[in-house]
Structure formats: C-alpha cells, structure tokens
C-alpha cells in the first residue's frame, strides 16, 4: 500500500485519502478502537540492495514496543522521508509487522552529450552536488530539478533556445541509466539598451563603459553584443560608479527590464534610473589617532573643499593613508572615509576616521611552493627584515623581488596576526614555480639564421641556489658558437655578483647576406657587479676578445669589398683586445618574463683598453616602460641607441667588425634580418656605428588562452635605422638623417613552450624604399631571444 507522493507538487486530497486508507487498513487488520500491538518480529519484503540495516535505523520501531495504529503510520513516513523507496506497504500478521518495500533504482550510467560551452567535467561537479551521481539513489524529483536549473544557467548566458531533454532507460537489477541531450543554441544578441531618465550625461557616454555592446558592425569580432546577465550586472555597477564618481549621491537605479522577442533571438534592455542633484565638497577633516602628522596625511587626500564628490577619491584617500601607516608597522589601520550630506547646500562634508592600532612586529617570514628553489634564495630578496616593525611597502618591494627572478610564474603575500599577541604578524610568501633551465638537443629555425642546431644546458636557478649557468654548443647557417657562462647574483651577502663568460665564434656574414666577410672570435671575461638601490646595479667586466676577420675574395686575390680592403691596409685584419664594460641597470619590471608592467633601463660603455691591437669604445643605451591599462593589457614603449668610434687620433673609426645593423624580429621587425642601413661597395648592408630603434606596442591577452603569462600578444609600431659618422670609402653618406628612418607596423605573438620560445610577426612596412629587403612574415622557433 502506497504511503505517499513523492511528487511534491501531488494535491493534499490525494495524499489525504492514502493516509487514510492506511489508517482504516491499519484498524481493520488490527485493532478495534485503538487497540495497542505488541511487536514480537519486523520483517523486510523486497530488498534488492539496501541493507536491512539502513532500514532499521531509519525505523523508529524495534521488536518488543507496544504500538498503535498513529505510532505506526508515523514510523512507515519516516521511513519514506529516507529517499531510499519509491512506494511501501505495512501489514500486522499476529504480532509480526511486515514492509513491503520498493526501492528506488540506482543511477548506474549518466551520460551528458550536446554540450560545448560548459565542459562535462563541470556539468558532472554540479550535478553530483545536487544529488544526481553514478552509484547513488535515483529520483526524478531531482532530474527535473536539475533539468530547471541547467536551463536556467543557460539562460543567464543569453542562450533562451536551449533545450535539455532527458532519458530515463530502466536496466536489470532495478538501475538506470540517465541520458541528458544538451542544445546549447545560440547567444541572444543585445539590439538595443534604453537609458530612461538620464539627463546630465547623454547615452553614448553612459553606455560607452558598459562591457554589453548593442550589436553593430565591430561586434563582430567580439562578444559584446551577446547577452549574459553577469554582464548586465556587472554594466549596471559601473553605470553606479560613474555617478557616484561625478557627485551624484542620490543616483538610484529604480528598475530594469529584460524583455526577448517571439524568437528569442533578440534582446533589449531598458535601465530607468534617477540621477538626482550633484554635491559638492565643502570640507575634508581628520579624526581618530593621528599617528602620522595631520600636514603629512593631507598630502594624501584626493579631494579638496569645493571638488565635485567622487566615491572612488573618497576610497583612493583610505586606502593611500592606510598604506601610509602601513608603511609605519601599523599593518591593520583602518582608515573609513564618512560623509555627512547636507540636502539643502546639496555638500559633503568628508571626515577620514583613522584607527591605526597596535604597531606590528615581523616574528617570521615563512616561504611555501619553493620545492626546487632553496629558500635562501628568497630570503635574500627581502627588504622586510624578521624582527623589525612590519612595512607593508617592503613587504610588497620583497614580493616584486622575487617576480623578477624568472623563477616563478606567481608571487602571493599575506600577513597573519600571530596568536596570543597583538603586536606580532608573521608574513608568508607562496610561490609558484616554473622552468628555469634545460637540458637539450635541439633543432629551431629562424629566418634570419636559417637552421640552428644546439645543444645545452642551461639552468637560472642551478640546484636552486639561483645561480646561473649555461654550457652550450650551437650550429646556424651563418653561425657556430661554443659558450661558457656563469653567474652568482649574491657573491657576497651585500648582493655583490660575480661571474664569468668564455666563447668561441665563427661568423660567416656573406652566408648572412649582410657582407662579404666572416670572423673567427674567441674570449672571456669576468665580471661583478654591486647594487646601488633596491632596483639598481653597477657591473663592471673585465675581457679578452681575439678576432679574426676573413674575408672573401676573388680568383685574382682582390677583396671583394672596398671597405675590409682599406681597413685591412689602414690596421690589418687580426685583433687581440682588452675590453673594459661598464654598465648600469635599473629594474622595474613586475616580473622576470613577458613583463606587463614596470620600467627597465641599462646604460652600457665598452672600451677597447689601451694596449688593445684597436682601440675604439661602444656606449649604448636600452630601456623600455609598460603602462598597464587593464587586466593584462598595458601599452610598452622601447628605445634602443648605440654609438661607436675609435679611441685616439690612430683610430679614427669604430671597427667595421663591431658594426651595429638594424632589420629583423628583434629589431624593426617587416624588414629582414641586418639588412637596414648603409650598404659595402659590393651592394650588401655594412652596418653602421650610430643605431637607432623605437616601438611602441599595445600589449593584450587572447581571451581563450588560460595561461595568459606564458602567451603574450601585442599590436606594434617599429621604427628606426642604423648610420655611419665615418666612412670607409668616398662617396656614402654620413651621419643622421630622419628621412632614412623606416617604420612597420603589425602584430606579434611570443610563446614560451616546453620546446623553447616561439616568436612570430606579421608586419608591413610603411615606408619602405627601392632596394630594401622586406618581409611580412617573421618567425623564430627554439632559439633565445
């Protein structure tokens, strides 16, 4: 006999007629106006797979109780509310209460097909939690739940087409399998946003803010025409914002309708909203424990008597003045912007109520996710010193630090109140590590040195100690290079570094298509450097460098070009050099690799020292500066310039070996790689002693891509060129001239993968002329850049 519905939207008559053909079944077969029995057994009819076990401690009836009909009926619905029947009977046989169970099947398969948007895995989590599992008791009451609240995610999506149909198939030993067929549809795209009631702004500027887009041509290649209801949230809060930053404090959105045509393939928006009267500032005071000078935290306000009021100064000035006490060890000051509003002057009055509290002492500086790296390694970046009172600055300096190693993808810090005092926090840093070196045997391609064929090992944070060192050997078609590098960037514990560097080179610059000439270079040097501010380094290296120019002739002997004959005649063609460098670097970036923020600068002077076989000097300069914009978007801007000459009245030019050239992914990317800039007897480019290159680019992420830090895209303008002051033989041209600068213009992708990085642009140049060597298309694969 059928207890109850397990349909909850069942009618209460239904429900109230089987109670009581339970309760006259129960009289009739039991007892005579409330006759008690007295259970002597309790027998289960009809399970499969749940144990009698679950059954009896979900019964509140046990053998030996003495119970009427009401006390029975009770204890058959709590055995119903346990979700492990679809339907139960109770019979009484002579003192033995026997249930007849059915149970409810079991979910043996649950298959989802049709689904793009939101991927299985998650579908599977958030059914699971809703109680529809592989292995669990099956009830329709919650498939048709959850067929509801899958439409309605769909729906807050803009996907008002989409259907989820479901199939319930019956398998042996009382299973099922649920099949769940997704039609995800297609996003409803927003044609208009009706704006009623704004009369201080007009409606494309209020709606120039919103992410959600009516549809229009350049929507095509976005998404801002798709409706979704986080968006329109989300719109809705920045529509708040701009009021409230323009001295609107009454602004009030009083309502928005959604409304969707017959097709539902069209959406339109209409936002009424009051605006109000604008305020103004009439006085901005201090309160609460001045730690700081008041002089000193008015400094920090960014509003002032007589401003139009604006929410986010209001929270700009707490925030700045609680990360100025923070700067004084006091870690949690609490600093509340609170305006009183005077509706008939329509001003505010701002008072900034500071409640420092306890200075904060660091017990400890803790470090987690550094498996590879040594934890010395870190400490030595701190700024923020155990024992010392806390410095959010410091703390926060500490943390940029470290993003700048290369060594990890992601740097978080927080700060924890240590229990049982009040004036102690310990600070913890957790690290996210990420490769730092390779071994490998590798071939990379790159247009401009054609095939390359390498293998090294290469290791930034060697053991983890954060020690560099490189051994590699590599083949090109213009290049062979054996090489030896190794740098300690804490020598001593001042942060004094030492390293040093030895090679063998063979260049072949015909086979490079800039000259008809090759070198033979081999050398060393060693190097230290010293810190001069938290951001900031001198370095200064000592080095040998032997070079051998061979160049190409023809079958009577004679050179090629005029240029190596007239500088060999002038010096010959075999150097032995001592160079002296020196150069300062000042980093700023927010971190080691694809930076997106930050600044970072390095002036270089290398010297050809005295008693060098030529004497000559190189000073160059390189610097560029991010200005993030938003989330992963920032505008870059680089500048490269290099000048050289010879040292001395017996050398009276920069040696034609030490040239600077321009053109190429590196560079001023649309034109090939060296091949900018003055040109030989022989029609090749020859290089020149005076570079300059610029670029300005604007940096963003592609929204498919998770992984954002190690894929970065940016749109870009190059320019620049290289020149010569000194001349080789008559007739070129010297010195600068902005009409031979070339520009391009186009978009680049760099990737670091397992392999390598991977570098691509496509540009077109924008000025380019007769006799220049162009290409759109340029591409490195598996070499340093």
């Not at 996003?187 to 120039?208: P, S, Y």
């Not at 001045?290 to 929270?315: C, N, Y």
């Not at 306890?358 to 017990?363: D, H, K, S």
């Not at 390189?622 to 920032?634: H, K, N, T």
Request: with cysteine; glycine share 8%.
């Amino acid at each position: 006999m059928k207890l109850f519905n397990s349909n909850p939207g069942a009618s209460s008559l239904a429900v109230r007629g089987l109670l009581a053909l339970v309760l006259l079944t129960l009289s009739c077969s039991l007892f005579a106006r409330e006759e008690m029995l007295l259970i002597e057994d309790i027998r289960l009819q009809g399970l499969q797979r749940v144990s009698p076990g679950s059954v009896f401690s979900a019964l509140p009836l046990q053998t030996g109780d003495r119970v009427s009909s009401s006390e029975i009926t009770t204890a058959a619905k709590e055995l119903y509310a346990s979700g492990l029947f679809d339907d139960l009977s109770v019979y009484a046989d002579q003192g033995v209460l026997i249930f007849d169970l059915q149970e409810r099947p079991t979910l043996h398969e649950l298959a989802i097909d049709g689904n793009k948007k939101v991927t299985t895995e998650d579908l599977m989590g958030g059914l699971s939690q809703a109680g529809l599992q592989e292995g669990q008791i099956f009830q329709r009451s919650t498939l048709d739940q959850i067929k509801l609240e899958l439409q309605r995610m769909y729906h807050a999506q803009g996907r008002y087409t989409a259907r989820i149909e479901s199939q319930v198939e019956e398998l042996p030993r009382n299973q099922v399998k649920v099949s769940l067929d997704i039609s995800e549809g297609s996003v409803a795209t927003l044609r208009r946003i009706n704006l009623v009631g704004n009369q201080a702004f007009d409606k494309a500027t209020l709606i120039n803010n919103f992410e959600l887009q009516e549809d229009q041509a350049w929507t095509l290649f976005s998404s801002a025409d798709q409706y979704s209801r986080e968006k329109l949230g989300g719109d809705l809060e920045r529509l708040r914002s701009w009021y409230l930053d323009r001295g609107y404090l009454r602004f009030n959105i009083e309502s928005t309708q959604v409304s969707i045509s017959p097709d539902k393939q069209d959406i339109y928006i209409t936002i009424n909203l009051h605006e109000g009267e604008q305020y103004r500032v009439s006085d901005v005071e201090l309160a609460g424990d001045l730690i700081i000078p008041a002089a000193e935290m008015q400094l920090l306000q960014q509003l002032q008597a007589g401003d139009i009021f604006s929410r986010s100064a209001m929270t700009g000035t707490s925030e700045a003045m609680r990360r100025r006490l923070g700067s004084e060890g006091y870690t949690f000051a609490e600093v509340s912007g609170r305006p009183e509003i005077n509706e008939e002057t329509r001003e505010v009055k701002l008072t900034f109520l500071v409640e420092p509290g306890n200075r904060m002492y660091v017990r400890r500086v803790n470090f987690r996710g550094n498996t590879a790296t040594q934890d010395e390694v870190l400490r030595r970046e701190l700024l923020q010193l155990e024992g010392a009172s806390a410095n959010t600055d410091l703390i926060q300096a500490s943390k940029a630090r470290m993003e700048r190693l290369g060594f990890f993808s992601q740097v978080s810090v927080e700060t924890s109140p240590v229990a049982g005092s009040e004036d102690l926090i310990d600070v913890t840093y957790t690290v996210e590590e990420q490769p730092s070196g390779s071994i490998s045997a590798n071939v990379g391609y790159s247009q401009s040195s054609g095939v390359v064929f390498g293998a090294s090992v290469s290791q930034s944070n060697f053991l983890g100690t954060g020690n560099t060192v490189s051994l590699s050997a590599n083949r090109s078609d213009y290049r062979t290079n054996y090489s030896f590098s190794y740098q300690n960037p804490y020598y001593t514990i001042d942060g004094v570094s030492r390293g040093f560097n030895f090679f063998y080179r063979e260049t072949d610059y015909d086979a490079l298509g800039v000259s008809n000439f090759a070198s033979d270079a081999y050398g060393g040097n060693v190097s230290y450097g010293y810190p001069i501010s938290s951001d900031s380094r001198l370095s200064l290296s000592l080095g040998l460098d032997n070079t051998d120019i061979k160049s190409s002739r023809d079958s009577n002997g004679d050179y090629l070009i005029d240029e190596v004959e007239t500088f060999d005649n002038l010096y010959g063609l075999e150097f032995l050099n001592y160079k002296l460098t020196g150069r300062w670097i000042q980093n700023k970036l927010n971190r080691g690799v694809l930076p997106t923020d930050g600044s970072y600068q390095r002036l270089s002077l290398e010297l050809a020292a005295p008693g060098s076989d030529y004497e000559f000097y190189k000073a160059e300069y390189r610097g560029q500066i991010y200005f993030p914009l938003a989330d992963e978007w920032s505008l870059k801007f680089r500048t490269e310039l290099g000048y050289g000459d010879g040292l001395g009245s017996d050398f009276d030019r920069l040696p034609f070996y030490e040239h600077y050239y321009a053109g190429g992914l590196n560079s001023v990317r649309g034109y090939r790689s060296s091949r900018l800039g003055p040109e030989n007897s022989s029609g090749n480019a020859f290089g020149g002693n005076l570079l300059t290159e610029g670029s300005a680019e604007l940096i963003f992420p592609l929204f498919f891509i998770e992984d954002r830090r190690s894929m970065q895209t940016s749109l870009f303008v190059d320019g620049g060129n290289v020149f010569t002051t000194r001349c080789y033989t008559s007739g070129c041209n010297t010195g600068f001239d902005e009409n031979e600068l070339r520009f391009s213009a186009g978009i680049s992708l760099t990737w670091l993968t397992a392999i390598g990085p991977l570098a691509f642009s496509m540009a077109e140049p924008l000025n380019a002329k007769d006799g220049d060597d162009t290409e759109f298309f340029q591409f490195s694969i598996g070499q340093t850049f």
